[in-house]
């Protein structure tokens, strides 16, 4: 442009291609710096932007006048008191070209594409109808000599501010523009009050004050706006507190963990600006990966519907299983809404997705996922809001977990308090049966049989034959004494120890009810075990058993114990007809309850795995330090 200029107006073509280059490398070397050095942003909406402006344009400019001037003191004609003074009037001229045009495409451009409320239109209107009038009196008068006239100068500058704080960067811009375009027309027409000097030196001063009005209004427009934008992120911080504080009220009001679950996911819709956010918890791992399953969904739209069904892109699952895996957060852009699976939305469709990992410690119990509108991915103060969101329910989740376990242990507590006062009473009808039953007969015929041998004292046949009956009674006493003592506690287990106790035990319970036990031990034959633990081992086993007698319907029972990696390991495996795992506190599964009471204590792990039709493993490790 500058070169086809120059050639129009009739400048060689030798000073049209140096003017060209002059130009070109004040764009480039004020661009660079911009971008390069100061980080530059468009709208000039901070202060370092105004500075950066300034200072870029001075190397720039300074470039510029130079290539320019040695251009047309080569190839023209110039002394050199004229090389100077050209070369000052060329770097001032398009200093103040940049301080004054930049700004204004700048800002303009951005402005002209933003939505106007009527009052800013209104104000706007007045403001350049005012500043107009104003700047045409001070500078489109001849009286300029006068010392009132001159002091009119400083009424350019309250309209400078206003511009400033009330119309911030399209203000500021526009009143340079005004004051730099009145100004300049009313010097060179000899009107103002820079015209009573010579023309250079009244450019010169003119030149000095639209570049102080610039600086000045630009500055200060660009202190409005960051004190705005601070104002606006304060008050979003406060909102997004407010929010997290909503939350949390919300949360710690709210035990029933199914609830909790939609309580999060609603809040994120409501209070974070969200579309749709559902939760994925952690269920395990099968082989391997780690499985997800949806836990709550914010609403029941048909993008709802589709995540409770498990039908989203590969592509977000994949995510969903990486933030969870990784424990970090991912982000993905440009969703469709329309149709999660959607690979080529419409543009008005698009969404954003984000997988927030919920991180308790450092494992990740499950994942909370996020669509909101556009396409443009996840502001960073959103991202932050959300993670921090993240965390806030992570913990009530966890505590939640924590209260339903508490309420589940005290189910099992009071459950085992009922189940061992139904044992005690039937123990002591047991007792008082086998008492009544066996013993008092048996002490009843002792009775009669000393009566006849009081009677029969004269005949020694008789009584050595009653005497006979009296030993086979005692016997039978005896013998009823010690099974009832064996059902309360074997002495051999504290005599003989674990294995004796147990071989012997097992022998019985096969005779009894016609079951191949197979029992093994290994390496712990000849040891002694801690009395408590060789007192859980043998109960645990004797409840398995008695299970297996009444519910497997099972042919054959394993029972292995051996010691391996500093523990004992206990595994009892039968052929029975297995059963669907319940939770501990159902009353059918009590003594499965009490086995892994007695383990726990120990300090130990209890599994139990089972199937229908595929038989019952009971498998025991409780540490052991010899």
């Not at 609403?299 to 892109?313: C, F, P």
């Not at 308090?417 to 015929?445: P, Y």
């Not at 290994?522 to 086993?541: D, G, H, N, S």
Request: glycine share 8%; hydrophobic share 45%; with cysteine.
């Amino acid at each position: 442009g500058v070169i086809a200029g120059s050639l129009i107006t009739g400048a060689p073509i030798t000073i049209a291609l140096g003017l060209g280059l002059a130009n070109t490398i004040e764009a480039l070397m004020g661009a660079w710096i911009l971008k390069r050095l100061i980080g530059f942003h468009n709208p000039i909406d901070r202060i370092r932007d105004v500075i950066g402006l300034a200072v870029a344009a001075i190397p720039s400019t300074a470039a510029s006048a130079s290539i320019g001037v040695l251009t047309v003191s080569w190839f023209g004609s110039g002394s050199q008191v004229e090389f100077f003074t050209l070369w000052a009037t060329w770097w001032v001229g398009n200093l103040l070209g940049i301080l004054v045009i930049t700004p204004l495409i700048l800002v303009l451009r951005n402005f002209l594409q933003q939505s106007k409320k009527p009052g800013q239109i209104l104000e706007g209107t007045l403001f350049v109808c005012l500043l107009i009038l104003v700047t045409g009196y001070v500078f489109g008068t001849s009286n300029g000599s006068s010392i009132f006239h001159q002091a009119l100068i400083y009424v350019i500058f309250p309209f400078a501010i206003w511009a400033a704080l009330r119309l911030e960067q399209p203000g500021a811009v526009t009143v340079v523009f005004i004051v730099s375009g009145i100004s300049i027309w009313g010097t060179i027409h000899g009107l103002g009050p820079f015209s009573q000097l010579p023309l250079n030196e009244s450019l010169l001063l003119l030149q000095t004050f639209t570049g102080v009005v610039a600086l000045t209004s630009l500055t200060l427009s660009a202190s409005a706006s960051e004190r705005r934008y601070a104002e606006r992120a304060l008050n979003r911080r406060v909102e997004d507190l407010a929010a997290l504080n909503d939350a949390s009220k919300e949360f710690l009001s709210n035990p029933d963990t199914p609830a909790l679950y939609n309580s999060i996911c609603r809040l994120a819709v409501d209070r974070l600006g969200l579309k749709t956010a559902w939760i994925e918890l952690a269920s395990g791992e099968i082989s391997g990966e780690h499985t997800l399953t949806v836990a709550a969904v914010a609403d029941q739209s048909r993008s709802s519907s589709m995540i409770e069904e498990g039908n989203i892109a590969p592509a977000l699952r994949k995510n969903i299983i990486h933030a969870q895996q990784t424990g970090t957060t991912t982000v993905v852009e440009k969703v469709g809404s329309a149709n999660l699976l959607s690979t080529e939305p419409g543009p008005d469709n698009y969404l954003s997705f984000a997988a927030v990992p919920l991180n308790y410690g450092s494992k990740a119990i499950g994942v909370l996922a996020a669509l909101r509108n556009g396409y443009e991915g996840f502001p960073k103060e959103q991202l932050l809001l959300l993670e921090s969101y993240a965390t806030l329910a992570v913990i009530a989740i966890q505590n939640s977990w924590l209260f339903d376990q508490v309420r589940l242990g005290n189910e099992q507590l009071h459950a085992l308090s009922h189940r061992l006062m139904v044992i005690q009473e039937q123990e002591r009808m047991h007792l008082s049966r086998e008492l009544h039953d066996e013993s008092g007969q048996i002490l009843a015929a002792l009775m009669l049989r000393l009566g006849l041998l009081e009677r029969d004292a004269q005949s020694p046949e008789l009584m050595m034959e009653h005497i006979a009956e009296l030993k086979q009674i005692v016997t039978d006493v005896l013998n009823n004494l010690h099974g009832l003592a064996i059902k309360l506690r074997p002495a051999s287990l504290d005599h003989l120890g674990l294995i004796t106790a147990l071989q012997q035990y097992i022998q019985e319970f096969s005779q009894q009810h016609g079951l191949q036990v197979q029992f093994d031990a290994e390496e712990i034959e000849t040891i002694r075990l801690p009395a408590e633990m060789e007192t859980a081992f043998y109960r645990i086993i004797q409840e398995s058993l008695t299970n297996v007698a009444l519910h497997a319907h099972a042919s054959r029972v394993d029972i292995l114990i051996n010691r391996r990696n500093g523990c004992i390991v206990m595994i009892i495996e039968d052929d029975g007809v297995g059963f669907k795992p319940v939770p501990m506190a159902d009353e059918n599964r009590l003594g499965l309850f009490g086995m892994r009471e007695r383990v726990q204590m120990l300090g130990g792990n209890f599994l139990v795995e089972s199937a229908l039709g595929k038989g019952t493993i009971i498998s025991v490790e409780v540490p052991y330090a010899r």
